[in-house]
DNA sequence: ATCCCGAGGG
DNA sequence: CCCTCTGGAT
């Protein structure tokens, strides 16, 4: 994709949603790491059902470790790994309490040590939580950068660094979620929906039989 | 590279 | 049935 593309790109984006939101309901910092941790590999639809039954009981690093494993594992089973997302959610909560005072870190490497909590997971929180403009490369922006040639990659981390390199500045805060949205509902994985995507144009991906 | 692991869609 | 979903730890 050229530059001059990629700005019209963003900018069709930003006028459809100029103020995009992640679509984890949550209500604080804690609540966030905790929405984003149990989201991986997971719709954010499976994520938001059980945390509406589970922060009204337990939403600080000390509620949720009263309910121990067995406790918390009843909150979150409709959830795939939730095993070990409850194993790495309470040894989370337990640093959050000794080390910092219940409060969710702000910089990168405090939150990657966290267990259950890798480079995309800090990435959306310090997006969402710190607003800083961080790339997290989920499932969707990694088929949505390849796909439409915006910043083609073999690994996650290749479409991240291609993607804060190419995407201009004024849109780096929100470039996230726009993606995150647009393969969410329109870059789908089996069966993109190019006939009414807005930004088909400037996409390199040509599929070869046209649908309705 | 492999495991974890339920819900929803096609 | 198979694939996908805001991955991370071993």
Redesign the pocket.
């Known amino acids: 994709m050229k530059k001059s593309d990629i700005s019209a790109f963003f900018a069709i984006l930003q006028a459809a949603n100029p103020h995009p ?4 309901e949550y209500s604080s910092h804690f609540e966030l790491l905790t929405a ?2 149990l ?9 938001n ?1 059980a945390t509406r039954k589970l922060f009204p009981v337990a939403n600080t690093p000390r509620a949720i470790l009263d309910l121990g494993q067995e406790g918390l594992e009843g909150y979150i ?10 194993r ?1 959610l309470l040894q989370t909560c337990r640093i959050l309490l000794e080390q910092y005072g219940g409060e969710v870190p702000a910089t990168r490497e405090a939150l ?13 929180v310090l997006n ?1 939580a710190f607003g800083q403009p961080t790339m ?1 490369v ?6 949505v950068g390849n796909r439409t040639g915006l910043a083609p990659g073999a690994t ?1 981390l290749a479409v991240e660094q291609g993607l804060l390199k190419r995407i201009p500045k004024e849109y780096l805060q929100h470039a ?2 726009w993606l ?1 949205l647009l ?2 509902y329109v870059c ?4 993109p929906r190019c006939w009414e995507c807005s930004v088909a144009a400037y996409c390199d991906f040509k599929p070869k039989t046209e649908q309705t």
């Open positions: 939101r992640t679509e984890l984003v941790l989201s991986a590999q997971a719709t954010d639809v499976g994520v059902k089973q409709t959830i795939g790994l939730y095993r070990s997302k409850a790495h990657e040590a966290l267990p259950g909590v890798g480079r995309k997971t800090a990435n959306v969402v997290a989920d499932t969707h922006i990694f088929r996650p996230h979620h995150i393969g969410r789908q994985a089996r069966k």
